[in-house]
Structures are given as C-alpha cells and as structure tokens.
C-alpha cells in the first residue's frame, strides 16, 4: 500500500550574497522538490553607474571606467571603447597600435575563458584542482600585462589610436615563452576535463537552448556558436586588422553546457595563434599617432558611433554620441554578460538545483558588466 | 568507453601532484634549519652551537623569512614620485585626475629647471584612499614632475594616514615606475633593482635648458 504524500513548491532567494552566483546576483527560484519550475532573475546590486559617470569625464579618462565593467577582460572593453572612440573623431590609428591592442586583447581572452572555465568546474563541485590548473596560467598572462602596462586587471593600456607605450623589449621573450607553455596546459586542461565520464553525465544535454531562441534574444559569443551558428565579430564585421590574421571558429551544435564548455577550451587555441600571427606582422613604428592629430582632450565633431568588438562573452558595443565638447553626451554600453542573461529562465526551467550554478556559470557572466 | 576518460584525468592529476608547488607564500615563508642558518649567515652547525633556540624554532618549522616579490619596473605602485625642481605648479596632473584628488595650491617666486622662475608648491596633496592607480597624471605631466612609485606594501590603519601632504612627498624615497617614462627604460633603470632614483636631472625626458635660454626665456616673458 502506497502512501500520498502531499507536495507543495517552495520558493528560494538565492544571493544576492551567494558564493557561487558569480558577484552579486540574485534569483528568486521556486522549487518542485529538486526540480526548478520558476526562476525570476533580479539585477542590479552591483550598479555604479559607469554609464552616466562616462558623460563627466574626457574621453581618455573614461578608459578607466571601462576597466571596471567586465574585470576579467579589462583589455577587450578598452579595445570596444577605443573603437567606438575612433570612429567618433575619425582618428586614424597607428598601425604598430592596432597589432600591440589585439595581442593584448587575445591574450586577455585566453585569461577570460581560462576563468570561465575554471569556475565552470568548480560549480560542478570539484573545488579547488582545475580551478587553480587554470587560474595558474591565467597569472601567466597577468604578468605579461603588467610589464605591458604595470597592471594586471585595471590596464588602461589603449589610448585613442593605439597603444600609450610600446611593449617593452623583455615582453616579446616572456610572451613567446608563455605562448609555448600554454598548448601542453590546454591539453592537460582537456585530458582532465574533456574526456571525463563524470563532467558528461552532469553537462551534455543540460540547459539545451536551441539556436532559434538565442537568435531571438540575440545572444551573442560562445553560446551562440556552441549551438552551431557561425557567428564571429572577428570573421563577420573584421575591426582593427583581424582580416590579416587567419583563425578558425570552432563550433559545436548540441547548444548544452558542455558545448559551451568545449568552444571556450578550442577558442584559447585559436587565440594562440592569432598571437603567433600578430608578433610576425609587427613591425616598428609609432603606437599612438602624433599629440597634434590626437591631443589628449578630444573633441569629437557632433554625432554618434557604435562600435562593436567580440568579446570573450559576446558581442561588447559602445554607443556614444558627442556633443562637441570634451566628454560624451551619452556613453551606452552593450554588454554581452547581460543579454546572455536574459534567456536564464529558459535555461533553467526543468533542470535540478544542482545543475542550477553549472548553467548560471556555463554563460559566463561578470557582475561588473551585468550591472555596470 | 567508461572510465578511460577518468584514467586519462588521474594521469594528468598525477603529474601534477608530483610537481613542487607553484604557490608563492607572502609575505614571508617558513623555512627549516638550514634555510634559517642562510637566513642568520651562518652554518647549520653554528647556527645550533650559537643560537639553540633559533635552531629549535627551525626545526618545529617557526622561523620564517620574508619573501620579496619582484615587480616590473612599469608596476604602478601605492606612492607617487615627485620631483620639486622639475614642478612648475601647472596643476596638470590634478585636471586629468578622473577623481579629482590631487589638490595644488602655489604662490609666486619659485624655480624649476624647467621654466626658470615659477610658482612655489605650497600644497600638493595626493588622496591614495580614492587613487585608482591609472596613471593619467603620470602621463599628464608635461615636465616629468611627477612618476608612479614602486612601493606597494603601504596600508594604513586610517584614511586620513592615505593623503600624502607635500612634506611626505618631499622627503619620500624617490623610487620612479617607469609607466609612460620611456627615458628610464632607454637608460634600462629598473627601480626595484637599481634602488631610489634622487637626481632629478636625470628623470626627464628632455635636456635641461642652459642658463642663457632661461634668461632669454625670462626676457622673452616680460
């Protein structure tokens, strides 16, 4: 004889003071025993307002604030902004500017997905091993910013048209010997995680969304080409000199949790060779064009420019539009962290709690450029 | 096939379990007996017939040594450099500020080597508590007045104890960055190898102006 036993939802507030929700996130999920039928993400504890302290600052001095937006891609949010900036004024960037800006900024998505995926794993609850594995060669890089520009998150390194100094002579060896180090690593990254039995069965076919629906919500990045579309800033819309270099784009069609996984781990690959790339097509010159042609209080004639980068999370563009004085009159930023967001209800609805923090983590967000 | 990938996964695992660690302890690590005696500069021996307690805190691993860790030379560090006789007071530095925390107030009747007679820097203070460490004022400084330090072991217990007045910049030991001063990396200085830097002459990117091209510069002014 078999008993009823009566069930009732129950509704949890995850964060926004939870360890694993990335920053500062909160979710309202309501429960049926471990399964999750509602989630009803609430943003915005981590607000500064980065956005309406760009309309106060000069130009240059905005490249700060962007630093703080997404602080594991300092490199690749001064490069949008830079962008943006550029095609504002009409600068005309120096070349040895736009190679030294897109080393930094595949180095830094290297940085981007090894996080991404290290904390990946450590969500499915292997604490501590192929985080510090991947966290080890992330500080790798960080060295070779600070000698680039004596930072390691809050670079600053771009200026309009280029660079603010040269690479130093010490940074081309150490790089080479970082660029060499890194393939084994990666290796040992997939060795470790990509053949095992045990991330399988917690990611494939969790958190399916299909390429239809990301379209719509126009999600961008790895999750969209984890899905199987072929969509790529760097190849679709080349800025700075990204159709001089060749670089394939991996994709995967499943459009689960380990497809996204998997496009991050190839992606360090393809950015190793963009690098390799970039140091042969170097050549000496200026790295920023003459004080006279860019004077360091820029006075962009009145219009507006949206420049757009592929950021290690997606599609990263500033809008900004110009008054004629020294600082924006609006500076808008889309940032992927937040759009990528917007189909969480989708992702999570008929998933377990457990895989909950996986999918939350599988998107790659940072609070910083969720909220801004 | 189950359970290859995993044996794959221990052998990685492995490897790297039999590697010494990449973990670097700071601020300072514990060392054994013979680390210690290094440490004291003397033998493992004489340091037990010397200093027995020393020797025993080694071996109950309770001595440790500090630990440095080498920066480069561009790392902007916790304090500013300032240079008085290059200064004119053109509060450059405090109008690229994007905080706004660099607070210059000056009178006439000073000297710079730079411009010759100019104003005299009554107050030059720089709020560290609100720094952000980007640098524009660095790069600002038309006269390489003012650099980015190297130091980075700085906390304070107090906010106020964060605002460096002029007097603490004066007598501050001058260790320059080289962040946006290509003539320190054209002359190879290294601040965390070749130690404080005090001669402002050699800080600049431009040659000193000789005596006559002042006095002309003065004549020229009036």
């Known amino acids: 004889m078999t008993t009823q036993v009566r069930t009732e939802p129950i509704t949890v507030n995850l964060g926004p003071q939870h360890p694993s929700t990335h920053g500062v996130f909160r979710m309202r999920v309501t429960f049926d025993g471990e399964e999750i039928i509602d989630v009803e993400p609430i943003f915005g504890y981590l607000h500064r307002g980065s956005e309406k302290l760009a309309e106060e600052r000069t130009y240059v001095q905005v490249v700060t604030l962007t630093d703080r937006m997404d602080y594991v891609g300092s490199m690749l949010n001064n490069q949008a902004y830079m962008l943006a900036v550029e095609k504002l004024a009409g600068v005309e960037p120096s070349p040895r500017g736009v190679w030294l800006r897109m080393i930094a900024s595949e180095l830094q998505r290297i940085a981007s997905h090894l996080v991404a995926v290290g904390f990946l794993i450590q969500d499915l609850g292997a604490w501590g091993t192929p985080l510090i594995y991947t966290m080890r060669e992330r500080e790798k890089i960080l060295d070779l910013f600070e000698m680039l520009c004596g930072a390691r998150i809050t670079n600053s390194y771009l200026r309009p048209g280029g660079v603010f100094m ?133 006075r962009p004639p009145v219009g507006d420019a949206y420049a757009a980068i592929e950021h290690s999370k997606g599609e990263l563009g500033f809008y900004l539009v110009s008054d004629g004085s020294i600082s924006p009159y609006r500076c808008h930023v889309r940032a992927p962290s937040l759009i990528n967001l917007t189909l969480l209800r989708e992702m999570l609805v008929g998933e377990l709690l457990a895989d909950m923090f996986v999918s939350f983590g599988s998107v790659d967000i940072n609070m910083g450029e969720v909220d801004r | 096939m189950i359970g290859l990938g995993l044996l794959k996964a221990m052998k990685v695992t492995l490897k790297n379990a039999l590697k010494a660690p990449f973990t670097i302890q700071y601020p300072d690590r514990k060392v054994g007996i013979i680390g210690a005696a290094k440490n004291e500069g003397k033998s493992t021996v004489g340091l037990m017939a010397t200093q027995p307690v020393t020797a025993a805190k080694a071996a109950l691993s309770m001595y440790s040594v500090p630990v440095n860790i080498p920066q480069n030379r561009r790392f902007r560090g916790n304090e500013f450099t300032w240079y008085e006789d290059r200064c004119t007071g053109c509060a450059s530095c405090a109008k690229y500020c994007p905080l706004g925390i660099i607070e210059i107030v000056t009178s006439p009747g000073g000297f710079d080597v730079q411009e010759g007679e100019s104003y005299a820097i009554d107050k030059f203070d720089i709020d560290i508590g609100r720094c952000m460490f980007c640098g524009l004022c660095v790069e600002a400084c038309p006269y390489d007045a003012l650099h980015m330090g190297s130091q980075f072991e700085r906390s304070k ?58 006095d002309q510069r003065w004549v020229e002014d009036r």
């Open chain 1, 166 to 298: 040269d690479a130093p002579e010490e940074f081309w060896p150490a790089m080479n010997a970082v660029l060499d180090e890194l393939p084994p690593r990666i290796d040992d990254l997939d060795d470790l995680l990509t053949d095992n039995d045990i991330i399988f069965s917690r990611t494939k076919g969790v958190s399916v969304l299909t390429p239809e629906q990301m379209l719509d919500a126009s999600i961008t990045g790895p999750m969209l080409r984890a899905a199987g579309v072929d969509w790529d800033l760097r190849h679709r819309d080349p800025y700075d000199y990204y159709d001089q270099v060749t670089f394939e784009r991996p994709l995967h069609t499943a459009g689960d949790n380990f497809a996204r996984y998997w496009v991050r781990v190839q992606e360090m690959r393809e950015s190793i060779k963009i690098v390799r790339q970039c140091e042969k097509l170097i050549e000496p010159g200026p790295v920023r064009p003459d004080h006279d042609d860019v004077p360091w209080l820029l």
């Open chain 2, 157 to 214: 217990y107090e906010r106020d104890a964060l605002v460096i007045p002029v007097d603490e910049l004066r007598q501050a030991l001058r260790q320059p960055s080289s962040w946006f001063r290509p003539q320190f990396e054209e002359r190879d200085y290294d601040p965390f190898r070749d130690g404080p830097e005090d001669d402002h002459y050699k800080t600049g990117r431009h040659e000193m102006p000789d005596q006559e091209t002042l």
